[in-house]
């Protein structure tokens, strides 16, 4: 049986979509808006840097793209992870080599997600890192 986004009930959560390309953006939180999740959306590194300070953050789940302005997915990853290291942060991106898959993985991405991504793969990611998550996410 398919996994269907409806069947996900992400009412609880809070994704960050951290991607510099438009058409990718509206893609993601098509696929997002009926789960109920909360998204908040990052159009370069910088942004998403910032918004890491506030003191009522709150995220359970980021996309991030590996190619963005001003401070890329690599260096917001490495940022992220000094203080946030039991979030899922998912690499999605079209860049295919293995070099920047492994630099992908030592910064702490948990998954490495190579463009296009169909909506199954998307469900099934969110259910792999949301669904079993205890009730509340984590507020720094």
Do not use: W
Request: proline share 4%.
């Amino acid at each position: 049986m398919a996994l269907n986004i409806n069947d996900l009930q992400l009412s609880d959560k809070s994704i960050v979509i951290v991607e510099d390309d438009l058409p990718s953006i509206r893609y993601y939180e098509t696929l997002l808006k009926s789960s109920g999740a909360d998204v908040k959306v990052f159009r370069n590194g910088k942004e998403f840097i910032d918004y890491m300070s506030h003191p009522e953050m709150k995220i359970d789940l980021v996309f991030m793209d590996f190619l963005i302005p001003l401070v890329n997915g690599i260096e917001c990853l490495r940022i992220f992870r000094k203080d946030h290291k039991n979030i899922p942060v998912l690499m999605l991106t079209a860049y295919s080599s293995e070099q920047c898959k492994t630099e992908a993985y030592l910064a702490g991405c948990n998954e490495y997600v190579l463009k296009p991504i169909y909506p199954e793969k998307i469900f099934f990611l969110l259910d792999k890192y949301l669904k079993h998550q205890a009730a509340g996410s984590m507020v720094f």
